[in-house]
């Protein structure tokens, strides 16, 4: 007989989202357990990114900005304030793995009993360990890997917080893999896309067709050049030298695909793009600017719906291709001795991942399963502060730009390796419905988010996965608070407690959480009240045209004199409209959303 375990809430995934979505439910008073694959918890953060990927600082905020507090602490109480460790932190921006995971810890540790982690937990994405009532989710099936057991989890609400997004498929959650064509949704650089990194795109081959591809993953590594802290990089067993004789000829005639302009590089820097974070160390991810680097592109592609016996036999693929690449710059004959010289300064970092031969442990899956959900995410909600309509329901604000890596390994004649692109975006609000799952009831899904590709390929950076995930939980306590589905959770409820958490709603350049009148900025912001602009102003005195328009919405007759600021005017009316009834308010909304 299966163990039965019951929680408010269960969260599948130990990623940052997951921990968040934990955090928030257990503030509220209630029982979450967190179930994790393998015997670390942290995701990404804890393997080797330790270069947040944020464009505005501050445009994300709530448990991601406490996280972020805490990195700074930690290097500022270890080191010293005026330490070259706090320096490289970059304000707890850029961290080590093993910095991030025991924050994340720590974290989970201030909730006492009311979260609970479990490792080693497996969910395999079978429709028969995801049980449901109709269509609503109560209980799945977890293999505990320690001891082979079935376990049976229970909960009043789920969170799918894979990077694959398994639970939700399971339940029966529509999903997407690969690339919507461009004439789809009429996307900038949807499809098959061919642009030389950093130079215009190639029209000659990017057709922009949709297709089944896969962004590509690798490992982020923390690399360092500290001989008392470093292992050196040993040949892997399945080493293949034919796979990277190119970089030798690459190398020879300068040959790489970024800019016109010759490129230098630092001897290892030819095949990995480099960050430098505290310690010695930098995080080593793919060097766009080459045509053979750390990402194995085309090989990943059924991943997101293999088994984990698939995906663990191609984690070790990409270990040993990763490892071959580093050992091919570090020793082989082919290439210049100058630039071998320069790349065996280099090697793994001793003080990470001991448990691992001091190797990430988790693979980087930039893109799994996007589940379809209430709202499509698309490039167009990226490219303007107020997207579309849908930012009345902002959980979040956001700031990175639409980014893709290679979906196909390098071929003859073209100008680079196909699918990768970086365009510019502005911090943009994320509408709830994005983690709402179709066709499923009492499930969140704040990690395989509903997006397109290229509306995803902005969503899926660990800043805006948190603050989902914290959003996730605090919807969960609307919904068990109010007796409503999730799908029907209040939005202005949940808004509130976000603000009141620290949350970024609509970003503003000249305004953050802590500031005066702030929650009452992003209330009225969400509603148009601010137009598109990203200077808030609130200490300008209110215009004549903005009084009569702000009061005539919230029809406060009274302050139709008030002569203060623009922001004096916005906490009173907030004051106002927060103690009408609820129907009253819902009236409000109802003639804004109108």
């Not at 001795?337 to 031969?357: I, M, P, T």
């Not at 969503?459 to 914290?470: D, N, T, V």
Request: with cysteine; net charge negative.
């Amino acid at each position: 007989m299966n163990t039965v375990f019951d929680f408010d809430a269960v969260i599948v995934g130990g990623t940052p989202a997951g921990i968040m979505a934990g955090i928030a439910v257990a503030r509220a008073g209630r029982r979450a357990v967190i179930l994790e694959r393998t015997a670390h918890i942290g995701g990404l953060p804890a393997n080797g990114l330790g270069a947040t990927d944020i464009a505005t600082r501050g445009a994300t905020g709530g448990l991601f900005l406490d996280f972020v507090r805490h990195v700074k602490q930690h290097y500022s109480d270890t080191y010293g304030e005026d330490s070259e460790q706090v320096n490289l932190c970059s304000d707890g921006y850029r961290f080590e793995p093993h910095v991030a995971e025991s924050i994340l810890l720590a974290m989970i540790a201030e909730q006492g009993d009311k979260l609970e982690v479990r490792t080693l937990r497996q969910f395999d994405h079978e429709p028969y360990n995801a049980i449901k009532d109709g269509a609503a989710l109560r209980e799945i099936k977890i293999t505990n890997r320690s001891s082979g057991e079935e376990e049976v989890y229970r909960a009043s609400v789920f969170v799918d917080a894979t990077y694959e997004g398994d639970l939700a498929a399971a339940a029966g959650a529509p999903y997407m893999l690969g690339r919507e064509g461009a004439e789809e949704y009429g996307e900038p650089c949807a499809g098959k896309f061919y642009q030389r990194w950093g130079a215009p795109v190639d029209e000659k081959y990017s057709t922009g067709q949709g297709d089944n591809a896969i962004q590509s993953y690798n490992y982020r590594l923390p690399l360092t050049t500290n001989k008392a802290n470093m292992r050196r990089i040993e040949k892997p067993a399945a080493y293949n030298r034919d796979e990277y004789l190119s970089l030798a000829e690459d190398v020879r005639l300068n040959r790489f695909a970024g800019p016109p302009t010759p490129l230098e590089f630092d001897g290892i820097g030819a095949i990995t793009n480099m960050v430098r974070i505290p310690n010695d160390k930098v995080d080593g991810n793919n060097q766009h600017a080459a045509f053979i680097s750390t990402d194995l592109p085309e090989e990943n592609w059924p991943y997101p719906a293999a088994s984990w016996d698939w995906r663990d036999r191609f984690a070790d693929r990409l270990r040993d291709y990763l490892l071959g690449l580093f050992y091919f710059a570090q020793n082989d004959d082919s290439l210049p001795a100058d630039f071998r010289a320069r790349c065996n300064r280099w090697g793994l970092s001793l003080d990470e991942f001991a448990d691992n031969d001091n190797f990430p442990r988790q693979i980087y899956v930039r893109e799994g399963r996007r589940i379809r959900g209430e709202y499509l995410f698309t490039a167009h909600d990226a490219l303007s502060k107020r997207g579309s309509r849908e930012h009345l329901t902002s959980i979040t604000a956001s700031h990175y730009a639409l980014d893709s890596h290679a979906c196909h390994k390098r071929e003859p004649g073209r100008p680079h390796t196909e699918g990768i692109f970086s365009y510019r975006t502005t911090p943009y609000c994320v509408p709830y419905g994005v983690i709402v799952p179709l066709e499923v009831e009492n499930l969140l899904i704040p990690v395989p988010a509903s997006g397109t590709h290229i509306g995803f390929s902005t969503l899926r950076m660990e800043p805006c996965w948190m603050a989902l995930g914290e959003a996730a939980g605090e919807a969960i306590n609307v919904s068990l608070d109010q007796g409503t589905s999730l799908r029907d959770a209040n939005v202005v409820a949940l808004q509130r407690r976000l603000l009141a958490a620290g949350a970024v709603l609509s970003y503003y350049d000249d305004a953050a959480p802590g500031d005066a009148q702030f929650e009452a900025l992003q209330f009225f912001a969400l509603r148009g009240f601010l137009g598109d602009s990203y200077q808030a102003d609130l200490d300008a005195p209110v215009s004549d045209e903005d009084r009569a328009n702000w009061t005539a919405w919230a029809n406060s007759p009274d302050l139709a004199g008030f002569s203060g600021t623009r922001g004096q005017l916005l906490g009173k009316l907030y004051s106002d409209v927060c103690l009408r009834t609820d129907a009253e308010q819902a009236a409000l909304y109802a003639q804004v959303e109108g």
